[in-house]
């Protein structure tokens, strides 16, 4: 088997030395550079299966090298670590240079070693997969001549092929996820909001029996439903009172805000209006926004969401109040329902509610990605 390497880039010595003495008693060969041009130079010449670099330096910026990286070892899997966390830099860095990972200085010693490892696992799984490919055709090639006891081979091998690509959309999911937990962390009491609204939604979306696809899209939407808070004052996002009426008005644009910052993002299009719709009323009414959609003009994601993100929010703890208790929710949503909630919606949660208790709501539920890979 190849000795596994990987590059670092930075532009700052100091930093690469501590790498280096940090990774010295790992099983990886480690190369560094402090210039984009040296890398890339190193790379052509030397085999490399991962490649981490800065965002800011002189002569080129990290995501312009991943771009770069990216045509010329197409193969490579692309890690930016980098002190710059604003989203418009993590969203380029996914849509340009396709990056696995994002990882923020000063990083986590264990996390980084762990995320160089599953690397280096996504890497040779990659190669493994289009090894299995060029097997699975040149198999194709001689089916023709074969009898059926050879059809149970390549069920088989179809299988093996069906859990290695569940692999890498776990992973993709593992991203969706990070992007998520950066937009929580503008305020630590909304913590892990997007991840439990996410399940909530997803699992209200199952009780209703929606297609994969959709329970898909209900569960992507609800990780990202508030991407758009990144561009909302910190001062309106973390005030430890209720809005003034204009500061209010000024929290309404992250919805717009968010369809914007997913607009670049071609595998995320299918999510845009969920995000962009997930604070209407169901009735229309002036309530809602942006757009005062009503019943069925909303996206059915979006009207899921809206109770999830109800639910969570009041079950939470603010900096104005402590979590509400189960009854007073349960109350608020069969006073809103037909109005602010979709009926169906709410429903689907107090048959969950009915069913589980306050185990549904429960603070460190994850989402099952195996399960839901598995449809």
């Known amino acids: 088997m190849t000795e596994h390497a990987v ?7 100091n930093i690469l030395k501590a790498i280096q003495r940090l990774l010295r008693n790992e099983p990886m060969r480690v190369l560094t550079a402090t210039d ?6 190193i790379l052509r010449e030397t085999p490399t299966q991962v490649v981490v670099t800065d965002q800011r330096m002189p002569s080129m910026s990290g995501v312009d090298f ?5 045509d010329q070892h197409a193969d490579m899997v692309r890690i930016m670590l980098t002190g710059y966390t604003e989203m418009n830099i993590a969203v380029e860095a996914i849509n340009k240079g396709e990056i696995y990972r994002l990882i923020t200085k000063p990083w986590n010693d264990d996390e980084l070693r762990a995320t160089l490892r599953q690397a280096f696992d996504h890497h040779d799984l990659k190669t493994e997969i289009k090894r299995l490919n060029t097997v699975a055709r040149e198999q194709n090639f001689k089916l023709q001549d074969m009898n059926r006891n050879l059809e149970g081979k390549v069920r ?3 299988k093996q092929l069906a859990l ?3 692999e890498l959309s776990t992973a993709y999911i593992q991203t969706i996820r990070a992007l998520a937990e950066a937009i929580d962390a503008k305020d630590h009491y909304t913590r892990g909001h997007s ?4 399940v909530y939604a997803s699992r209200m979306a199952r009780r209703m029996n929606l297609r994969k696809e959709l329970v898909e899209r209900v569960y992507f939407s609800g990780l990202l439903h508030d991407v758009g808070k990144i561009g909302i004052p910190d001062a309106i996002i973390t005030k430890p009172s209720r809005l003034s009426k204009e500061e209010y008005l000024e929290m309404q644009k992250h919805p717009e805000i968010g369809a914007k910052i997913l607009e670049p993002v071609q595998f995320l299009k299918h999510i845009i209006p969920c995000v962009r719709h997930h604070h209407e009323w169901f009735d229309g009414s002036s309530s809602g926004y942006p757009m005062r959609l009503a019943g069925d003009q909303i996206p059915q994601p979006s009207r899921i969401i809206v109770v999830a993100d109800t639910v969570e929010a009041m079950t939470s703890d603010r900096p104005y109040r402590k979590a509400l208790p189960l009854e007073v929710v349960v109350r608020e949503l069969h006073k809103y329902s037909g109005t602010q909630f979709d009926p169906t919606c709410v429903e689907a949660f107090l048959s969950l509610l009915e069913d589980e208790g306050d185990a549904f709501i429960a603070r460190d539920q994850k989402f099952n990605i195996h399960d839901f890979l598995e449809g």
Do not use: C, G, H, I
């Open 7 to 13: 590059l670092f880039l930075d532009d700052e010595p």
């Open 36 to 41: 984009p041009n040296e890398a890339l130079d």
């Open 66 to 70: 991943l771009s770069a990286v990216r």
């Open 156 to 158: 088989q091998r179809t």
């Open 164 to 166: 290695k690509n569940q």
């Open 195 to 198: 991840e439990r609204v996410a």
